[in-house]
């Protein structure tokens, strides 16, 4: 991608269809959004299309009178690596769309095709050119102003240092164990090795353990055969096999339950699973990152987490410094959150004016980048002017105060510990004002726990959102 290709009235996109209609409807759209389009009506003009110049993005059907769009993914991969396809077709099926992200693909559409659909896979286009800086151009601290790769800004030192340590583990084919703080950006550092690794062509899959409700999880892992369990009525391939050739990410690892351990202990090892319901191996080559916001040496300390699997998985570990560590980066992220607003909104970048940069700088950010992204997409959303400045800050500025309300007393000693627990938890709960996720940050738990804990005590979960 070359360097001009930064916003979208510079950004060309090829629509490849063998229907007049669906060409000029995808193209109105295209140049709606301000994109320059041309189209082609088959594999083969499309190839020529390519012989002339480069594009941005290509939407191609999959199934043409003259070839198919795999055939075009694989010439385009070839010859302009860094060109994004989205591949439509009429006839979805899931070992089609396996095939097509194990190929390359951005992302893979089925028809009819909606507005909002093909909006939001061109959003996330738009993004990935935005940040597609290549590994090379990544300069040193005496060179950069600002470094955004995979999603990743910053400019400061610990964060050059986590990511050089991070390209260096990247060309290596070991699993990688990230522990780092809630919201610092696991996932994103996760797709920074990938995409500088050389399965960067190949899938990244994420599944988040702590999201998946534990009766689910082996399936969404493994996959499982039709008539595997009650309720499993078609076949699915799971996560595993999606990543073949790739990355897969274990977010929150840390929340996969100890029955499952063994288990992903053995793929680890061997490489090899078979599905729910099947007896046949299936074998895969995939990268595994796993992520934690706990410390999962204290976890098989406290017997929580296999000590075998924790071995397994700790080949190369990192870590991504806290927001609070790295406060020089917050202005660069405050702009990054603005145009990315604005390019999402189709509006003017606004102003962040030096009054509010320096409120932004004065508070520490326990939340990390996560809560410096949501409190941005506040204050933008809330005030859509040409600038950004203190008071608008002060409107919109809710921190976490941790002493904010008063605690009840807790019950004279002999109170069974759950009644304790209990009293903790609701204690907790009421000086987050409710918020779940900022409770399990202040107690040390992940959010499932927090979702666990507040159902077996009976308490209403809607008073806690």
């Known amino acids: 991608m070359n360097s001009s290709s930064r916003n979208v009235s510079n950004s060309t996109v090829l629509v490849v269809d063998d229907e007049p209609g669906m060409r000029t409807a995808l193209s109105a759209n295209f140049v709606r959004c301000g994109w320059r389009v041309e189209t082609a009506s088959g594999v083969r003009d499309a190839t020529e299309a ?11 059907d999959v199934r043409m009178k003259d070839g198919d769009g795999f055939e075009l993914l694989c010439s385009v991969q070839k010859d302009s690596p860094s060109t994004a396809v989205i591949l439509l077709t009429a006839f979805g099926s899931v070992p089609e769309a396996v095939e097509s992200m194990r190929s390359g693909a951005f992302d893979y559409l089925t028809k009819p095709v909606s507005f909002e659909q093909l909006q939001a896979a061109v959003v996330r286009v738009m993004q990935r050119i935005k940040e597609s800086t290549p590994c090379d151009e990544i300069p040193d601290k005496a ?14 030192p610990l964060l050059l240092k986590a990511l050089q340590r991070a390209r260096a583990a990247a060309s290596t084919g070991a699993d990688i164990l990230i522990e780092a703080e809630s919201g610092t950006g696991k996932e994103l550092m996760a797709k920074f090795i990938h995409q500088n690794s050389d399965r960067s062509r190949k899938p990244f899959v994420a599944v ?32 595993f096999e999606l990543a073949d050739g790739g990355t897969l990410l274990l977010d929150e690892i840390g929340e996969m339950p100890l029955n499952l351990q063994p288990k992903l202990l053995r793929i680890l090892q061997e490489r090899e699973f078979e599905r729910l319901g099947e007896t046949a191996p299936i074998h895969v080559d995939i990268r595994v990152i796993a992520t934690t916001n706990a410390s999962l040496g204290s976890m098989v300390e406290q017997g929580r987490f296999r000590s075998d699997l924790y071995y397994r998985l700790n080949v190369i570990p990192l870590s991504i410094p806290g927001l609070r560590d ?18 999402e909104k189709e509006c003017t970048v606004p102003v962040l004016d030096p009054s509010f940069i320096e409120k932004l700088l004065s508070y520490s950010w326990p939340g ?31 921190p976490l105060r941790i002493a904010s309300a008063p605690l009840p007393k807790m019950p004279l000693a002999g109170t069974p510990i759950s009644v304790l627990e209990k009293m903790h938890l609701q204690n907790t709960l009421t000086l987050a004002h409710g918020n779940r996720t900022h409770a399990a940050l202040m107690l040390g738990i992940s959010l499932r726990t927090m979702r666990n804990k507040i159902k077996e005590y009976g308490l209403p979960p ?3 959102a």
């Not at 060179?143 to 400061?156: D, F, K």
């Not at 002017?385 to 809710?398: L, S």
């Open 50 to 60: 390519f012989g002339l110049k480069s594009f941005d993005l290509v939407v191609s």
């Open 143 to 156: 060179q950069a102003s600002r470094i955004v790769n995979a999603g990743i800004v910053g400019r400061s």
């Open 208 to 239: 988040n353990c702590a999201a998946v409700p534990e009766q689910l999880l082996e399936s969404e892992l493994f996959g499982h055969a039709k008539g595997a369990f009650t309720g499993a009525s078609a076949a699915k391939i799971g996560k």
């Open 326 to 343: 790295r406060t020089d980066d917050i202005p660069l992220l405050a702009q990054h959150f603005a145009e990315r607003f604005a390019l």
């Open 368 to 398: 990390n980048i996560r809560e410096l992204s949501n409190f941005m997409c506040r204050v933008l959303a809330l005030h859509q002017g040409v600038k950004i400045d203190a008071a608008c800050f002060r409107e919109e500025f809710r």
């Open 462 to 464: 809607r008073s806690y």
